[in-house]
């Protein structure tokens, strides 16, 4: 090659590395929008200040201090573990404390140094400093400031709330330490792995002497760990329970054990039932901070380096433990549209509404005489109400909205009267429970105790999607309905159920994809689950559907006459939930198991 070409060769090459330079600053562009912050203080513990500030900010937000794990850095943890888009949503402030190599040749905050982590000194004093700095600058209400963190970070955050009770409101430990497991170096590789045990009287002794003369109230605590964390071993879990609950003077008996999207958790609270401290066990995880990448109201996050998909946002459920999530207080205004206002209406009758808020709408609820008929999450929200299964003359709609942050809304009531309905008797509505012995994961022969073997089962629930094994459809459901009367009309059923978790888009599909309800009168097969359950022809198919949702519970719509003369009156009848297509071989979604899942019948004597 001659000299020219080389160098035109290497002009290429140059251009080249610069166009995928700006490719990459062009993928980094969300972090741009954090800044960074000097002069905020004395900062004796050295450590770099970045802020992410929503614009508009309203005075009195709330602020989160995120504090990154060893090897991370401010620029890319609170994007990746969706902090940024929950300040966005939620409205509060960010303050991404990044700590220096000069001070910790691994990145990591100094957690284990007692001048670092005590009130008044080194890294503690610093991030306060940030705090301040906030308070100053961005009229952050003091009383909602909260802190969370990673591994190290998340030992920090303990540090925190132990210096400064009196400036954090809660906090997040994320695969941490309890506060003064170690103050040397050494020490801290024996506190993280095997881990050490004390009774939680020691342990909270440790944090009430970070601040001995504090008399006011100790900040939440949220803890999370995997189950199959072998950096920092899970017993840290337990042992920053027991400090946490022992500072805020109550016992280490969970007050509410039950699981979200599939974990186990559990929440302590006091005397007077407001929740103080709860933990969060991550099965199958190892260090990380769990989020759950995609789209949708709970989920969040880019999977990387110690950000683990896990299919929970972390973030999400730590934000709400906090509040951050309930912006204003005000309910979501909805006026139901249709029917009018004393009209008389006889078979399938359009009920609408219009629904708003300054937060967003979550879902619209339609409501025969107190009594649910069917739900709406999309706008305009509409369904049609079958007029024929209730009774002749009058009757009572209303419409419930619900906003993103919890808030309930409430229509005015609008009369209307039923021509050609059931008949004047005076219906009776009856819950019942799924039966957890059948709901269609266990073992033949295990007498409902144990689980099956196969690729979807597990503590999440029950399984609706494909699994390796081909094999799809598997939330089968079971109820003993035998006391509704034997002569008894029935008019309304509707089927409840509890969001378990779920792995990629279930509902997603080219062709098209919905969640529906086949019921059968009796069991499907023998009365013990197998494998043949899944395919076995119901009575009646397609009765009902389930819109998409990502949390929470999920109510279907009223069943159709088909579904209603396939309720057993005289025995068990049994629900599956399927979808209409089929699944890839990894989108798949879990519901809660044993009562979780609820069918309410109404019928007529």
């Known amino acids: 090659m001659s000299t020219s070409a080389r160098r035109s060769w290497h002009r290429t090459i140059q251009s080249m590395r610069v166009l995928f330079l700006l490719m990459a600053m062009a993928l980094q562009a969300p972090a741009l929008a954090q800044s960074e912050v000097t002069g905020f203080g004395s900062n004796p513990g050295a450590l770099r200040m970045f802020k992410y500030v929503p614009a508009g900010l309203p005075a009195n937000s709330p602020l989160v201090v995120a504090l990154h794990g060893c090897a991370q850095s ?29 001070n910790n040749s691994s990145g990591c905050f100094n957690w284990f140094e007692s001048g670092d982590t005590a009130r008044g000194q080194g890294e503690t004093l610093s991030i306060k400093q940030m705090v301040d700095r906030m308070i100053a600058d961005h009229a952050i209400a003091p009383s909602r400031v909260y802190v969370t963190g990673l ?31 170690a103050t040397t170096q050494s020490a801290a590789f024996s506190c993280m792995n095997p881990g050490t045990n004390l009774a939680p009287a020691q342990w909270g002794d440790r944090v009430r002497a970070a601040y001995p003369s504090w008399t006011g109230p100790w900040p939440l605590v949220s803890i999370w760990h995997g189950d199959a964390d072998y950096t920092v071993r899970p017993m840290n879990l337990t042992e920053s329970m027991e400090q946490w609950t022992d500072v805020h003077g109550i016992d280490q008996v969970a007050d509410v054990s039950d699981t979200v999207a599939g974990y186990p958790h559990r929440l302590y609270k006091n005397a007077a039932g407001q929740p103080l401290v709860e933990t969060y066990t991550i099965s199958g995880m190892g260090h990380g901070t769990p989020v759950d990448p995609g789209t949708g109201e709970t989920q969040c996050g880019v999977a990387g380096a110690y950000i683990l998909d896990a299919n929970i946002c972390s973030s999400y459920y730590i934000g709400r433990f906090w509040g951050l999530d309930n912006l204003d207080g005000v309910a979501p205004s909805v006026s139901l549209t249709a029917p009018s206002e004393g009209a008389t209406v006889s078979g399938d009758v359009a009920v609408s509404a219009t629904a708003s808020d300054d937060i967003g709408m979550d879902h619209v609820e339609f409501l025969l005489d107190g009594n649910l008929l069917g739900s709406d999450a999309a706008a305009p929200y509409a369904m049609t109400w079958n007029s024929s299964n209730a009774s002749d003359g009058p009757h009572v709609l209303q419409a419930k909205a619900l906003d993103l942050a919890g808030n309930v809304g409430t229509s005015a009531q609008v009369n209307v009267v039923v021509s050609g309905g059931s008949g004047g008797a005076t219906p009776v509505t009856v819950v019942f429970d799924n039966e957890d ?9 295990s007498g409902g105790s144990a689980p099956a073997v196969g690729t979807l089962e597990s503590v999440y629930g029950l399984a609706i999607g494909r699994g390796a094994d081909g094999k799809f459809n598997r939330a089968l459901l079971s109820f003993d309905t035998s006391a509704i009367p034997d002569g008894a009309t029935v008019t309304s059923a509707r089927l409840d159920v509890a969001y378990g978790s779920a792995y990629g888009d279930p509902w997603s599909n080219p062709a098209g994809n919905t969640l529906v309800v086949d019921v059968h009168r009796g069991c499907m097969g023998g009365c013990a689950a197998e494998a043949a359950d899944w395919a076995y022809a119901a009575v009646a198919t397609g009765v009902a559907q389930l819109l998409p949702f990502s949390g929470g519970s999920q109510t279907s719509n009223v069943f159709s006459a088909p579904g209603l003369a396939a309720v057993n009156k005289g025995g068990r009848t049994q629900l599956r939930l399927r979808f209409t297509a089929d699944q890839n071989a990894t989108s798949h979604l879990w519901i809660g198991h044993g009562t979780s899942a609820k069918l309410t019948v109404t019928y007529t004597p």
Not at 83 to 93: E, G, I, K, N
Not at 153 to 180: E, K, N, Q
Request: with cysteine; hydrophobic share 45%; net charge negative.
């Open 151 to 181: 591994s190290a970070g998340g030992a920090m955050t303990a540090a925190m709330l132990a210096a400064y009770p009196d400036v954090f409101a809660g906090g997040a430990i994320l695969s941490g330490l309890p506060y003064r497991c």
């Open 437 to 445: 012995g059948n709901d269609g994961y266990v073992k033949a022969g």
């Open 74 to 102: 401010a620029s890319s943890y609170d994007a990746e573990t969706g902090w940024q888009m929950l300040a966005d949503r939620w409205q509060f402030a960010l303050v991404l404390p990044q700590q220096q190599s000069a």
